[in-house]
């Protein structure tokens, strides 16, 4: 996926924002298998995630953290 105002594919925190917002399946399965194979990608996936997780309706945030936190715990 091709981030938008980015011209690189690393998982930084506005490009790990973008995948949860925007992503698409393949974009999702990128994420998690990045995510699985770095704890620093999954602890960005929770930073990002915090910020927004005050809205109960963000729900692929509310996703993305419970899943960071099972993965992790």
Same mark, same amino acid.
């Given at each position: 996926m091709l981030h938008r105002h980015l011209n690189h594919q690393d998982f930084t925190l506005a490009a790990i924002d973008d995948i949860i917002v925007r992503g698409q399946w393949t974009d999702w399965k990128a994420l998690r298998k990045a995510a699985l194979n770095d704890?620093? *990608?999954?602890?960005? *996936?929770?930073r990002v995630c915090k910020v927004h997780t005050g809205d109960p309706y963000a729900q692929r945030y509310h996703f993305w953290k419970h899943y960071v936190e099972?993965?992790?715990a």
């Open positions: 704890p620093v *990608i999954m602890d960005k *996936i929770l099972e993965h992790t």
